[in-house]
């Protein structure tokens, strides 16, 4: 919905479609998932730790309309913002430390995006619920569960709540004792779940990012699976 470090927007599609008509997303950020395709006509349950981040949904669920959305002011280069809504936009992994940011070109084309997609989608989210607080504070319920946390090898960067205080090995036997459809994502250094390679992706200086993924069928609680017959991953590229 909005511009925001880490979001799954672009690779969406790669990961396996909903079996449940609920779609869980306890590590919220800008709930992609949720977002992509006719995924946010089902029953949405979002949450998200981070204030500033929780209180940009509460806006959008509870208030915003697509004619105050477009009525917001432009940003322009060199001028400042300590707006959270525009800082987020600046694509970077420091966003969280600012207080005040000066607009960039960046953070300039981001924000322009960013108004548009949010007034045609902002009717999407009407019907969605959000929990502001930890993600084991998630309803206990059978649904799809999206958990996209702060990845392992970040040591914290790039969010407010980030890895360095997450304790991974209490999050796997927290998932996995979920109800229903499980997916779960990872970098490279994701090693508390048996996750596997789903996508190599072009990153900054000619580095290459690994999205590692763990995918349980809700069909197949009982025994494990990594991918159901409907979803292939796409092979990492050496």
């Known amino acids: 919905m909005f511009y925001y470090y880490g979001r799954k927007k672009q690779v969406a599609k790669r990961y396996p479609r909903p079996d449940y008509?609920?779609?869980?997303?306890?590590?919220?950020?800008?709930?992609?998932?949720?977002?992509?395709?006719?995924?946010?006509?089902?029953?949405?349950?979002?949450?998200?730790?981070?204030?500033?981040?929780?209180?940009?949904?509460?806006?959008?669920?509870?208030?915003?309309?697509?004619?105050?959305?477009?009525?917001?002011?432009?940003?322009?280069?060199?001028?400042?913002?300590?707006?959270?809504i525009h800082i987020v936009h600046a694509a970077t992994k420091m966003a969280f430390k600012y207080k005040t940011i000066k607009v960039t070109p960046v953070?300039?084309?981001?924000?322009?995006?960013?108004?548009?997609?949010?007034?045609?989608?902002?009717?999407?989210?009407?019907?969605?619920?959000?929990?502001?607080?930890?993600?084991?504070?998630?309803?206990?319920?059978?649904?799809?569960?999206?958990?996209?946390?702060?990845?392992?090898?970040?040591?914290?960067?790039?969010?407010?709540?980030?890895?360095?205080?997450?304790?991974?090995?209490?999050?796997?036997?927290?998932?996995?004792?979920?109800?229903g459809q499980l997916i779960c994502c990872e970098g490279s250094e994701g090693d508390y779940l048996p996750f596997r390679p789903l996508l190599d992706l072009a990153g900054v200086a000619g580095k290459r990012n690994k999205e590692l993924i763990y995918h349980r069928s809700g069909s197949k609680q009982s025994e494990p699976c990594l991918f159901d017959h409907e979803f292939t991953p796409q092979r990492w590229v050496s």
């Open 21 to 84: 008509d609920t779609i869980i997303e306890p590590f919220a950020g800008a709930a992609s998932y949720a977002m992509h395709d006719s995924n946010w006509r089902k029953t949405v349950i979002i949450v998200e730790k981070d204030n500033k981040v929780a209180g940009i949904w509460r806006w959008l669920i509870e208030s915003a309309t697509a004619a105050e959305i477009l009525k917001m002011p432009d940003l322009k280069v060199g001028e400042k913002s300590s707006e959270f």
């Open 107 to 179: 953070m300039e084309r981001n924000w322009e995006i960013s108004k548009r997609v949010m007034a045609a989608n902002i009717h999407k989210v009407k019907h969605w619920k959000l929990i502001e607080g930890n993600y084991s504070e998630a309803p206990d319920v059978e649904a799809t569960w999206f958990i996209d946390p702060p990845y392992k090898a970040q040591a914290g960067e790039g969010y407010a709540h980030g890895s360095g205080a997450m304790d991974y090995h209490a999050l796997a036997s927290w998932a996995l004792n979920r109800k």
